[in-house]
């Protein structure tokens, strides 16, 4: 990570860690702070709070972990009660879950929870998870540069795949760009992303994605069925590369929605509009490269 990243996020670190020690009781050590996020998470969980697990999951002895707790309870977040077969069961009062509450809201104004995001805005299929992985940190890192939305280059498709293959080869992969089209089904209805003769004005017949290594299809330029299909739709999918005839990649979406990546007809325009996105491609990359190596 470049330096220059590092005290934006130190200091947002420090701000939430700052408003917890100032509004919730005893969280100004360590074992307090540690102690209230575990009791946070486990309550959400839905876990029974008890001392004998709360005490597995911390660096720190029972004895430590049970001191604490009562100093919890003194303050009124917690009630502490023995059971015969679990020992020490501790609750959470309504003050816990409003600090708790709390909490969570002053941590969403200085942060985004990056995979509850990215589960909304990517769909991912691969049996592959390293390279899958790779895919993943390559989309993180568009959507943070501005790049996907559909205003910017989220409905280019050819732009933001040449894009992608430029930034996979300097990460040291192999990649290719497949010009072709997208069969969007539901139930027998199907949209056709990139379809021969479905170009708007200012657009061309048919859709790009990048192919990393032969065995990974990224698509991050959906912004066209969004516009035009469904307005919830994936902003990008990863899947694996699998010929089947003139199908190379197929995914099924959570509620059933099938895609297929088809490449029997290619738009004969491919070449123009490479070219046409290709000056852009240095600036960009460039500015890739000053954020992240």
């Known amino acids: 990570m470049p330096l220059h990243r590092v005290p934006p996020i130190l200091k947002s670190v420090a701000l939430v860690r700052n408003w917890l020690v100032e509004n919730v009781p005893c969280t100004d050590s360590m074992l307090g702070y540690d102690l209230f996020l575990k009791l946070g998470n486990d309550f959400v969980a839905g876990q029974r709070l008890k001392l004998s697990a709360l005490a597995q999951g911390l660096p720190y002895a029972a004895e430590e972990v049970a001191a604490q707790l009562r100093r919890f309870e003194e303050h009124g977040l917690v009630t502490l009660a023995s059971d015969a077969d679990d020992g020490l069961v501790v609750e959470g009062t309504e003050r816990f879950l409003a600090l708790l509450d709390r909490y969570g809201r002053v941590f969403d104004a200085v942060f985004i929870v990056r995979g509850e ?25 568009m959507y943070d540069l501005g790049w996907l939305y559909l205003h910017n280059f989220g409905s280019a498709c050819f732009l933001i795949s040449s894009l992608a293959r430029r930034l996979a080869e300097l990460h040291g992969h192999r990649a290719r ?57 994936y902003w990008g999918t990863i899947a694996d590369y699998a010929r089947d005839g003139a199908v190379f990649a197929r995914l099924t979406l959570p509620d059933g929605v099938t895609m297929a990546w088809k490449d029997d007809w290619q738009s004969p325009d491919t070449d123009i509009e490479l070219a046409r996105y290709a000056p852009h491609i240095d600036e960009l990359a460039a500015q890739y490269v000053a954020r992240y190596r």
């Open 117 to 141: 995001l990215r589960g909304q805005q990517l769909l991912v299929s691969s049996n592959q998870p390293e390279l899958a992985d790779f895919g993943r940190l390559l989309y993180d890192r």
């Open 177 to 233: 760009i497949v010009s072709g089209l997208v069969e969007v089904e539901d139930q027998g209805n199907v949209f056709l992303l990139g379809g021969q003769g479905f170009a708007k004005p200012g657009q061309i017949d048919g859709h790009a994605v990048c192919v990393i290594d032969d065995a990974l299809v990224l698509d991050f330029g959906l912004g066209n069925v969004r516009k035009s299909y469904r307005r919830d739709f």
